[in-house]
């Protein structure tokens, strides 16, 4: 009974191991994505204001153009 006791209980400690190793593992996964999904955002936010100033400089030059043409 002992024996199987100690069996038990030496698969239970091999199985925490390896849990704690997958745990480990899917933290890392996580920390991984959060950074890359950030770096997403902020690269989408570049092209967005990127293409913000294109869209003013568009309208400021359209404004001009039809003031010059209303003068």
Do not use: C, P
């Not at 997958?22 to 890359?36: H, K, M, P, Q, S």
């Amino acid at each position: 009974m002992e024996e199987r006791v100690a069996r038990i209980e030496g698969i239970l400690s091999q199985m925490d191991k390896r849990l704690n190793h997958v745990e480990t593992e899917i933290a890392g996964l996580r920390d991984e994505l959060r950074g890359e999904i950030e770096g997403l955002r902020a690269e989408l936010r570049t092209k967005a204001d990127k293409w913000e100033i294109r869209i003013w400089f568009l309208l400021i030059l359209l404004l001009m153009t039809v003031y010059q043409f209303l003068r």
